[in-house]
Nanobody, 126 residues
């Protein structure tokens, strides 16, 4: 069992930055691909970014590539999402997610992630 807890959300003006953190408890954090998703009001949950177990590989949605950076610290059981040049369209609840151990593909499908946090609200004002 894995528990994920996001933090770092808030209200920021367009063009600003936020850094989200996701602290994991439970087993084998370093053996799991980790991802970030977001869900805007009235929309489906969408993929944002994913990172490999060793942090050697990352994947981003086209909408955030070049502005967001995913990273992880396996010693701290934490994954991060640095968000720069924020836009009002980035407003959403952001969720941290973990894949099962033993898988290595950085998927963008939410159905392939087995553990989820409760989410943290990010609001970008214009």
């Amino acid at each position: 069992q894995v528990q994920l807890e996001e933090s770092g959300g808030g209200l920021v003006q367009a063009g600003g930055s936020l850094r989200l953190s996701c602290a994991a408890s439970g087993r084998a954090f370093s053996s799991r691909v980790m991802g970030w998703f977001r869900q805007a009001l009235g929309k489906e949950r969408e993929f944002v970014a994913a990172i490999s177990r060793s942090a050697s590989n990352t994947r981003y949605a086209d909408s955030v590539r070049g502005r967001f950076t995913i990273s992880r610290d396996n010693a701290k059981n934490t994954v991060y999402l640095q968000m720069n040049s924020l836009k009002p369209g980035d407003t959403a609840v952001y969720y941290c997610a973990a894949r099962d151990t033993g898988v290595v593909v950085l998927t963008s499908s939410r159905d392939t992630y087995v553990y989820w946090g409760q989410g943290t609200q990010v609001t970008v004002s214009s």
